[in-house]
C-alpha cells in the first residue's frame, strides 16, 4: 500500500532559524512523484515542488530546498532563515499511478510556527 | 491561474439534516477531488471524478455522495449529517490523466455538524 508519513507534528522555530520537515513514504511503484504543499492560515493548499523518482537532483528555490533520497524514502524540505510568513501547515503527497487520475496520497502535514 | 471556488468558508448544520457543499473551478479541468482534512490525520480522498458523470469512491465515501452533472461543478453531498462529518473540505482539480499534475485547491468549507 502507499503511504506518506510526516512524523512532525508540530514544530516551532525562531525566525531566522533553518528547519526541515521530513517526509517519508511508501510505493510499490517504480514511478512514482512526490509533491510538497503549503497550507497558509487562508486555507488554500498552495503547490511547492514536485519531483518525479527518475530525478534525484537536489533542488533548491530561494529559501527553499529539497532533499530527495530514494535509498531511504525520503523527501525532506528545507527552509533556510526562515520568516513568520513561513508559518503554515505543510503536506508531502504521493502520486498514486495505478488509476492514473492524479490522486495524491497526502501526510498527516506539519505545522511550523516561526516566531518573530 | 486556475481558481477553485467552494460556496462557503464556513457552515453550521445539525445532525440528519441534508447537506450540500459545491465546488466550481474554471480551468477545464477534468479531474476534481472532494478531501477532508482532520487534526493528525491530513487529507483524504472521498471522492474523486474524472469526467463529467463519473465518479469513484475514494478512502472514506461512507456517509457521502458527489455529483457531477457539469465538468466545472463538483458536488459533495452529506445525505444525513452526523456530528462526525464536522471537518474541512477540500475541493481541488486537475488536469486529465497525468498522475504528475498537481492539484488546485479552493480555500475550503469549514462544516460543523451539531
Known amino acids: 500500500a502507499q503511504k506518506v508519513t510526516q512524523a512532525q507534528t508540530e514544530i516551532s522555530v525562531v525566525e531566522k532559524e533553518d528547519v526541515t520537515l521530513d517526509c517519508v513514504y511508501e510505493t510499490r511503484d517504480t514511478t512514482y512523484y512526490l509533491f510538497w504543499y503549503k497550507q497558509p492560515p487562508s486555507g488554500e493548499l498552495v503547490f511547492l515542488i514536485r519531483r518525479n523518482s527518475f530525478d534525484e537532483q537536489n533542488e533548491i528555490s530561494g529559501r527553499y530546498s529539497w532533499n530527495f533520497q530514494k535509498s531511504t524514502s525520503s523527501f525532506n524540505f528545507t527552509i533556510t532563515a526562515s520568516q513568520v510568513v513561513d508559518s503554515a501547515v505543510y503536506f508531502c503527497?504521493?502520486?498514486?499511478?495505478?488509476?492514473?487520475?492524479?490522486?495524491?496520497?497526502f501526510g498527516q502535514g506539519t505545522t511550523l510556527q516561526v516566531k518573530p | 491561474d486556475v481558481k477553485v471556488t467552494q460556496s462557503s468558508r464556513y457552515l453550521v448544520k445539525r445532525t440528519g439534516e441534508k447537506v450540500f457543499l459545491e465546488c466550481v473551478q474554471d480551468?477545464?479541468?477534468?479531474?476534481m477531488f472532494w478531501y477532508r482534512q482532520d487534526p493528525g490525520l491530513g487529507l483524504r480522498l472521498i471522492y474523486f471524478s474524472y469526467d463529467v458523470k463519473m465518479k469513484e469512491k475514494g478512502d472514506i465515501p461512507e456517509g457521502y455522495s458527489v455529483s457531477r452533472e457539469k465538468k466545472e461543478r463538483f458536488s459533495l453531498i452529506l445525505e444525513s449529517a452526523s456530528t462526525n462529518q464536522t471537518s474541512m473540505y477540500l475541493c481541488a482539480s486537475s488536469l486529465e490523466g497525468a498522475p504528475h499534475e498537481k492539484l488546485f485547491f479552493g480555500s475550503g468549507t469549514q462544516l460543523s455538524v451539531l
Open positions: 503527497a504521493l502520486s498514486e499511478l495505478a488509476s492514473n487520475t492524479g490522486k495524491l496520497i
Open positions: 480551468m477545464d479541468h477534468e479531474n
